[in-house]
């Protein structure tokens, strides 16, 4: 079998979510296509230039030859890599599993060594309208969190409450609003509902501190992305600091980031975008780096079923899983029709050949993206802030 073509489309979603999804598609001689994502919101048109080099690359080539795939962009060039090049490498590395899959008629979890549990756990993200009061944004949490238990769901993620992009960004009241958010979720939900505070990066190391210790109280599943966490010294600082399950990682590109991370047991739980992070190829050899200290998984998912459908069949394989982001984008179904959905907390893994999904491609192509910048935050002084 050889690759013909490998092309990328850039998917609108509609309203409500902005950035492009991007779909990889590498074809082959033998009639297969493999379907993957590269999708990074803000970025993605950096992403398709990545992918058309990759193209000229790897046409010709053996697609069982996975491992040679990815090195030849990865390692065949001088050049260091970042997101964007990863999250191109990413989209043809989920393709290639999905073909190979394809090829031998089994799921992609079985190419992995099999599955190590019947279902995945998943966590929900609550809704909250922070262009208002305090008192609403809290309102609005905690009516949307009755429903998410009313469903079943067990684990639940909030925000910082008072980060609204439209106004200055102050620290120190989002602090004291996401406390109060946090105090009222525990005593509405009781003790049997998992709580996951996204700090987002917004705050500086001493702030994460200050707010990881009063929310202390509230039983965290973990904090997640305390400070940005390009510096493993702040990072080490915020851990001995802090006795909150710490989990970050969406923001890297690859294993040399995560290192530091694992092999100094700085955080609980890896937050790796399997289509930002080099794809199925490179998340299971960061997994089973962290499986050796103890450390477990909780992949990013923000995007399409193509990404939700990566992460299950991940989930599935290895030992060391942690928990699950679940996002449903229901515009996105009339493409994947028959991608998974979350039930009582949980989601059942694809058991067809490859990813499991069906994908209309006509439907695709009749909604293109030029994707959109994603928010940012100011200072009161109109200076730039972390978002």
Known sequence: MKITDIEAIPVSVGEGYAYAVIVVLIRTDEGLTGIG?????????????????????????DPSRIEHCWAEIVHGTFWSTGQVIMSAVAGIDIALWDLKGKRLGVPVYDLLGGA???KIRVYRHLRHDNTGSVD????????????WVEQ???VLRFDPLAANTAAPWNPSASIMASVRGAEALRKELGD???????AHTMFSPIETIQLANRLEPYRLFFYEDPIRPFNAQSLRMV????????ATGEQFSHKWEFQPLIEEELVDYHRIDVVHAGGITEAKKILGAAEIHGQKSALHHASSPI????????DAAIPNFGIQEWMELPALYELFPNAPRAEAGYVQVPTGPGL?????EAEARRRPSRDAELPHRYWPDGSVADY
């Open 356 to 360: 499991g999904l069906e994908f209309d």
């Open 152 to 154: 079943g769901f067990t």
């Open 192 to 198: 049997d509902i998992e709580l996951l505070f996204d």
């Open 307 to 314: 990404n939700g459908a990566t992460c299950l069949h991940i």
């Open 239 to 246: 851990r001995q600091k802090t006795n909150a399950p710490l």
């Open 136 to 147: 609403r944004e809290i309102g609005l949490m905690v009516e949307d969190a009755h429903s």
């Open 116 to 118: 190590t549990r019947e």
């Open 37 to 61: 994502e590269a999708s990074l919101g803000g970025r993605g048109r950096g992403v398709l230039g990545i992918i058309d080099h990759a193209r000229d690359l790897l046409i010709g080539q």
